[in-house]
């Protein structure tokens, strides 16, 4: 008789927790998705895109190395100073400055007002992507992954380089990639 007791009481050690587990993920699954370390936004679903979807001057690729894309209207004061933000982010990155790119998307073919070599000029060639942009505010700056997903984003107007840098180094330490 007491075999049967402890075979009880040793399958509940066992079973209670995955039971209780599961029972308050069901009653609450926005839980384990609030509480997020990230301070930028992440973008859910990831916006795919392809090799063609997005013009880079010069030789310049997406594929295998991060990118901080700036995509605005036109280059005005806010667009200098998101640019020169994100350039401050890519050299306090210190020893992975080489694993990130900066590229500014301006839809009216505008450029800062100072000239920056590292600068990467674009445009986006996909209707489709542009209208999948078209939500986010405008003026934002996006973080591409390697693989050419858009994944975060920042309002430039409030951004904290300390936070952006944080997500940065976040990212770069766990990504095999880039």
């Known amino acids: ?46 916006i795919v895109t392809e090799k063609s979807d997005i013009e880079l001057m010069g ?38 400055m080489r694993r990130i790119q900066r590229v500014l998307i301006a839809k009216d073919g505008s450029r800062p007002s100072q000239e920056d070599e590292s600068l990467i000029l674009a445009s986006i060639n996909d209707d489709e992507l542009s209208d999948k942009l078209a939500i986010f505010p405008k003026n934002s700056i996006f973080l591409i992954d390697p693989i050419g997903n858009f994944m975060l984003y920042y309002n430039p107007t409030d951004i904290n380089v300390k936070f952006v840098l944080k997500d940065l180094k976040r990212l770069l330490k766990y990504s095999r990639l880039g």
């Not at 509940?12 to 039971?19: A, E, R, T, V």
């Not at 005005?76 to 350039?87: F, G």
């Open 59 to 96: 030789d310049a690729s997406l594929d295998g190395i991060w990118t901080f894309a700036y995509l605005t209207e036109s280059c005005d004061s806010l667009c200098d100073k998101a640019v020169e933000d994100v350039k401050t982010i890519r050299t306090l990155i210190n020893m992975d």
């Open 1 to 46: 008789m007491t075999f049967k007791k402890e075979f009880w009481a040793l399958l509940s050690i066992f079973l209670l927790p995955i039971g209780l587990g599961t029972l308050f993920f069901y009653l609450n699954p926005g839980y384990f998705s609030q509480n997020t370390v990230n301070y930028g936004e992440l973008i859910s679903p990831v």
